[in-house]
């Protein structure tokens, strides 16, 4: 059974760091690519950043380019993303997902709140 779940969401203020976690079971990790995702309170679902299954590439929302680094750790079964230079519109719920073949997997989501 798949399982997914996020971690080290909280408040931080604007311009300070966060890193998030998503631990990930059931299933060959190693194997698939993994991604981040967020959902604004009224706003639709985006996809933050991805990775593929070895790490070697990584794609990122142009929104967050520069500041968010998307990693993973295949031994832990772990994926990453390491926010900096927050701002107050990255206040979201972040969630990681799995696709396999056409079955998407969600986690249950992190509280991500920037504000003063």
């Known amino acids: 059974q798949v399982q997914l779940v996020e971690s080290g969401g909280g408040l931080v203020q604007p311009g300070g760091p966060l890193r998030l976690s998503c631990a990930a079971s059931g299933f060959s990790f190693r194997s698939y690519s993994m991604s981040w995702y967020r959902q604004a309170p009224g706003k639709e679902r985006e996809l933050v950043a991805a990775i593929s299954s070895s790490g070697g590439s990584r794609n990122y929302a142009d929104s967050v380019k520069g500041r968010f680094t998307i990693s993973r750790d295949n031994a832990k079964n772990t994926v990453y993303l390491q926010m900096n230079s927050l701002k107050p519109e990255d206040t979201a719920v972040y969630y990681c997902?799995?696709?396999?073949?056409?079955?998407?997997?969600w986690g249950q989501g992190t509280q991500v709140t920037v504000s003063s």
């Open positions: 997902k799995l696709r396999v073949v056409l079955d998407d997997y």
